[in-house]
Each structure stands twice: as C-alpha cells, then as structure tokens.
C-alpha cells in the first residue's frame, strides 16, 4: 500500500504560479508511475499530467502543455507540478496518484483506473 500527502495549493491571480508537491510513503518500491489529476466539483476527475518513475516518460493534458511540468525526486519519493501562466479554468481540487502496474503506454498513464492509492486533495483557485 503507497501512502500520498498533497501539498502546496492555494490562490493565486490568473498568469501566476504555483508548485504542487506529493510525498508518497509505504510500499514506494513498488512505484512505477505518478500522476497528478483535477476534478471539479459534479465533473468527473481528469488527466493532467503523469511520469514514469524509472524512465523519461512523461504526459500531459494538451491544455496544459507548455504551462505544467510534472517531476519527480526519486530520493525523496515525491512528485512535483510545477504550473505556470495560470488560468481560471484550471481553478478546483488537484489529486496526486500513484501506480504500481507497469507503463505500456502514455494512454495507460491518463487513465484513472490505473493508479491503485490517491491522495486527499489540495484546493487550486485562480483569480481572474
């Protein structure tokens, strides 16, 4: 069982930043992807961004290309999403998930059914 702790939300104005963290404790050998998720409140929970934990792979939402980066810190078993030019509409509650299925493929990777542990949440909002 892998453990995930969220950090790092808050406000901010529209074209800010703001870095997201997620701490995974437990059974982290296992770890073979990590991936950050958004769900609004009465919407279903969406892709965002994810990365292998042992190769270069990572995956993005097309929205947020150019404007996110997704990294990871092996040593510290933490994952980071670094997000730039902050719009409105990316405005709700980011979750971080970890996976310990294999990576075949990036679909693989914006699929919600294939992280197995989820962490609590941590309130983004953007104000225009």
């Known amino acids: 069982q892998v453990q995930l702790v969220e950090s790092g939300g808050g406000l901010v104005q529209a074209g800010d930043s703001l870095s997201l963290s997620c701490a995974a404790s437990?059974?982290?050998?296992?770890?073979?992807?990590m991936a950050w998720f958004r769900q609004a409140t009465g919407k279903e929970r969406e892709f965002v961004a994810a990365i292998s934990w042992t190769t270069d792979t990572t995956d993005y939402k097309d929205s947020v290309k150019g404007r996110f980066t997704i990294s990871r810190d092996n040593g510290k078993n933490t994952v980071y999403l670094q997000m730039n030019s902050l719009k409105p509409e990316d405005a709700t509650v980011y979750y971080c998930a970890a996976s310990t299925w294999p990576v075949i493929s990036a679909t693989y990777l914006e699929d919600a059914s294939y992280y197995a542990s989820w962490g609590q949440g941590t309130q983004v909002s953007v104000s225009s």
């Open positions: 437990g059974r982290t050998f296992n770890i073979n992807a």
